[in-house]
């Protein structure tokens, strides 16, 4: 059974072996992109108190950030420092490149716990917690070639609408889709 926790910057072991072990695969839901890694413990800190302000609905947000719930998934085995077995952030708003790639939901798995049920575990809590926050529906998007991750979803329950960039969009819960958001606004 997994969990979700906050990141936490006594954890940086874990988390710098379950982001080697991605390699230059896609960290959905991590945080960071590509290139903007923290190499050394005190930029870690850093990026761990910097997600946790991104929480915070009072914390104001640069230009075309919106807040964003960030976890590490991880299994009831957690003492002793992991496995950290992926990320998973929720969105607590939608962009225009949000609503069109990303959803509120992202997530990524490290490949040695992949194909063990981890990743439908971790999209039903991120879930949970968007449905929480008060959103509804909540979009949840994976690339057009990722069958696994649209298994993940379909499985889940997710209702496929469309297509935009190789993106499938997928949604969850019972209310209507918002429009999509006119560039600079979220929705």
Avoid: Q
């Amino acid at each position: 059974m997994i969990h979700l926790v906050r990141p936490d910057a006594a954890r940086h072991r874990a988390w710098a072996e379950c982001l080697a072990e991605i390699g230059d695969g896609p960290a959905d839901g991590s945080g960071f992109v590509s290139g903007d890694v923290p190499t050394g413990l005190d930029d870690f800190r850093s990026y761990v108190e910097n997600r946790a302000l991104m929480e915070d609905p009072d914390e104001p947000m640069a230009a075309g950030l919106v807040h964003c719930s960030f976890r590490w998934i991880v299994d009831d085995e957690w003492p002793g420092g992991g496995p950290l077995l992926g990320f998973l952030a929720v969105r607590h708003a939608l962009t225009r490149p949000l609503w069109d790639a990303h959803g509120h939901v992202g997530y990524s798995v490290r490949p040695s716990a992949r194909g063990r049920g981890i990743a439908g575990e971790a999209l039903r809590a991120g879930l949970a917690e968007a449905t929480d926050l008060g959103t509804d529906p909540v979009l949840v998007t994976c690339h057009r070639d990722n069958d696994a991750s649209r298994r993940v979803l379909e499985k889940a329950g997710g209702r496929l609408e469309n297509v935009i960039d190789d993106h499938l969009r997928f949604w969850f819960g019972d209310g209507a889709p918002p429009p999509r958001p006119a560039e600079g606004a979220t929705v």
